[in-house]
């Protein structure tokens, strides 16, 4: 058996692995057209591939196309960043476009990756398919405000800098990610079934859909903030929404105003469940977080390792709690352990930013504790987040003496490779980090404490740097307990 690190490192290969847009994409396609023997094989066809996954999505789609003898007058594809030469999805033909948005809070270049769908919606030929192609991050990296918000500040940059003021509160609020798009998508050109309805008013006969999932439960409406579908809460349930997080007040006055807050005017109008151009719309999901566990639990069981449990209810709500309780139930498996055991979740736990930093504020009001290293910024996602605050917690076992401790191994990473604003998927922990980061000079508690969890996991070792992955289905954990 290989040691522990070498181990949960293949196994995230593995889990990444079993959700790769290209192989995905090119088979739902294939199975898609193949389903449609009368399709004329001279209809116009277009590709639009938005979000983390686009360049491999749409050179699995292309691949399909080209099997089936179909030619493609036309696409675009929005990541958030360039492929390398060599890499899938890094050598797209010509009549390709290929930009790259801003993630994961919208800017200029989100902007103009709007503008430029805009330009293709209005040269798609009558009667034509447009493929639609989503995955992770399509909510910021093709981000533009609706009209009603430029109107009501003058012009559209300014809208889009309102724009990006919302994604930074929505992300600093600790809603999940359903919540958040159930806002965002009213305020979004391309939000909640715009991008269908314009696609079929401007000659699309059939919008087939295919969505890489990164929201727990794979709702169409808010994978990407649902372009191709209709938003299901009228207006009464979405202020609902926002009174039982007390968002109202967190919202600026401009964006509260265009979202109907403040009881004058009107609510952004959003496409009806009942409009036509749905009808034109066939959804297909790709893949999800659920392939990703199942492929890790396949590849942990062919490495020999004796029981592996996947647990079905996903990981949602604070990732510190999260972590301290799952390495708590690894500890409580740990003494009827007969051989290797493994235990797999999937999901996305959430970080409040604003509170973290409410807590360094009040540490730098409070003179009487000197804040250490502040002038160092918050650095960490939430896997980085879950496996400090599993690593603390299976540090204290061990310091009471309880050698189960010592067998347990966590890992905690994003499909995407990727958490939050670093350069680290993730990481693989174990006792001895909080230990190994404090020779080097951290203080890991309160790393934890002040959102700075990057940190001494880099310290010690343990963070897990796999780059971009050209995925994303939220994230995976598996918790090692050695015989």
């Not at 293949?10 to 959700?19: D, E, I, K, M, P």
């Not at 299976?394 to 890992?411: M, P, T």
Request: proline share 7%; glycine share 10%.
């Amino acid at each position: 058996m290989e040691r522990p690190h070498a181990l949960l490192s293949a196994l995230y290969r593995a889990a990444v692995q079993g959700v790769a847009p290209f192989p995905r994409t090119r088979d739902a396609v294939r199975a898609w057209f193949e389903a449609r023997p009368s399709l004329s094989a001279h209809v116009p066809i277009y590709v639009i591939a938005l979000g983390k996954a686009a360049p491999a999505m749409m050179a699995g789609a292309l691949d399909a196309l080209q099997q089936l003898s179909r030619t493609v007058h036309g696409g675009l594809a929005v990541a958030a960043h360039e492929p390398k030469r060599g890499e899938v999805g890094g050598n797209l033909p010509e009549r390709i476009r290929l930009m790259v948005g801003d993630h994961p809070v919208p800017g200029p270049a989100s902007l103009d990756a709007a503008d430029a769908l805009d330009e293709l919606t209005l040269s798609i030929d009558h009667g034509s398919i447009v493929l639609v192609l989503l995955s992770g991050g399509t909510t910021s990296l093709c981000a533009a405000p609706i009209a009603t918000v430029s109107q009501a500040v003058g012009d559209a940059d300014r809208a889009q800098s309102h724009l990006a003021n919302l994604a930074e509160t929505l992300l600093e609020s600790g809603l999940a990610i359903h919540e958040m798009n159930a806002i965002r998508r009213r305020v979004l050109r391309w939000g909640a079934g715009r991008l269908a309805v314009s696609l079929v008013r401007h000659g699309a006969e059939h919008v087939p859909v295919f969505a890489i999932s990164d929201v727990i439960g794979d709702d169409p409406a808010v994978i990407g903030c649902g372009p191709c579908t209709a938003d299901p809460l009228d207006h009464a349930t979405f202020l609902a929404l926002l009174d039982a997080h007390d968002m109202r007040s967190r919202v600026e006055r401009v964006m509260g105003a265009v979202l109907g807050l403040e009881g004058a005017g009107d609510p952004p109008r959003v496409p009806a469940i009942a409009h036509p151009a749905f009808a034109s719309v066939d959804y297909t999901l790709v893949a999800r977080n659920a392939d990703a566990v199942q492929a890790l639990a396949s590849e942990a069981r062919a490495m020999g390792i004796a029981k592996v449990v996947v647990q079905r209810t996903p990981l949602e709500g604070d990732a510190a709690p999260l972590g301290n309780q799952l390495a708590r139930l690894a500890l409580q498996t740990a003494p009827g352990v007969g051989g290797d055991t493994l235990l797999v979740f999937g999901g996305e736990p959430v970080v409040h930013l604003r509170e973290t930093a409410d807590r360094v504020m009040s540490r730098h009001e409070d003179e009487s504790m000197p804040v250490p290293w502040s002038d160092e910024p918050l650095r960490g996602g939430r896997m980085q987040v879950l496996a400090l605050s599993a690593a603390l917690a299976l540090e204290e076992a061990a310091a009471q003496g309880d050698v189960r401790a010592w067998k347990i191994s966590v890992l905690a990473a994003g499909t995407d490779g990727r958490d939050g604003p670093t350069d680290a998927a993730g990481a693989i922990v174990d006792a001895a980090v909080p230990a190994l980061a404090r020779r080097a000079g951290r203080q890991p508690e309160e790393d934890l404490s002040l959102g700075r969890s990057w940190f001494p996991l880099d310290a010690a070792g343990a963070l897990l740097r796999p780059g971009p992955t050209g995925t994303n289905v939220m994230d995976v954990v598996a918790l090692l307990i050695r015989a």
